[in-house]
């Protein structure tokens, strides 16, 4: 069993949205079929920047694959990856604000880091 820091950890350094999250569980729940961009961006009613940004997240990722043009499944190969998104789907469902929370602080230090870089010294 893998352990609820673990998977919060996975999703913090995985994921760059809660929308990615919720993109890749909704492709998970069915693994057979291929998704167009276009019918992505109205179940999650979401806008196309939010969708390429999740989508190109999870080919990046290794969860999704594009079957053909503009056509995109979940895919991920059975053992560890398969047993973390697994995780993410219970404590997404159990816990989605924990999720969030890692997910946004990730961001937010990643924020930080940027802006101190173009800090000047004195």
């Given at each position: 069993m893998i352990s609820e820091d673990t998977v919060l950890e996975f999703a913090a350094s995985s994921f760059n949205s809660v929308w990615t999250v919720e993109l890749l569980l909704m492709l998970k729940r069915d693994p057979n079929r291929s998704w167009e961009?276009?019918?992505?961006?109205?179940?999650?009613?979401?806008?196309?920047?939010?969708?390429?940004?999740?989508?190109?997240?999870?080919l990046g990722a290794g969860l999704v694959v594009e079957q053909e043009k503009g056509r995109f499944q979940y895919q991920t190969s059975p053992g560890r990856m398969e047993q973390?998104?697994?995780?993410?789907?219970?404590?997404?469902?159990?816990?989605p604000t924990a999720v969030v929370r890692a997910i946004v602080a990730t961001s937010n230090r990643k924020l930080k880091l940027l802006?101190?870089?173009f800090r000047f010294k004195e």
């Open positions: 961009a276009g019918e992505l961006i109205r179940e999650l009613r979401s806008s196309q920047v939010v969708v390429a940004g999740a989508l190109a997240n999870l973390l998104v697994d995780a993410l789907e219970i404590v997404y469902d159990t816990k802006s101190d870089a």
